[in-house]
């Protein structure tokens, strides 16, 4: 089981990029998939949020209207598009897929991907 991300990089403000998370050993459909994030020095925090099979989305206030999480069931794959980008979007980005039923909780985590918004 294993979940890696990929997309960082270094963009300037104003900027995009696609972060994508691919799942194998297992498939996202029955799982919540959410991006968080944690800059140097702080907390991690969420980003977004993909809820399973029913496709509810929720984002934090600082990136509404500028961040999308979409999924990609065929590439088992779930994606975060983010436009224009600011330097306080500067961090570490994790994926997480989770969820939790009659077999117990399944919390799996990728190994991040960094994000640099610098001019």
Do not use: H
């Not at 995009?16 to 925090?45: H, I």
Request: proline fraction near 4%.
């Amino acid at each position: 089981v294993q979940l890696v991300e990929s997309g960082g990089g270094l963009v300037q403000p104003g900027g995009s990029l696609r972060l994508s998370c691919a799942a194998s050993g297992f498939t996202f459909n029955p799982y919540n998939v959410t991006w968080y994030r944690q800059a140097p020095g702080k907390e991690r925090d969420l980003v977004a949020v993909s809820r399973r099979a029913g496709g509810m989305t929720n984002y934090a206030d600082s990136v509404k209207g500028r961040f999308t999480i979409s999924r990609d069931n065929a590439k088992n794959t779930v994606y975060l598009q983010m436009n224009n980008l600011k330097p306080e979007d500067t961090a570490v980005y994790y994926c997480n897929a989770y969820r939790a039923g009659p077999l117990g909780v399944q919390d799996y985590w990728g190994q991040g991907t960094q994000v640099i918004v610098s001019s």
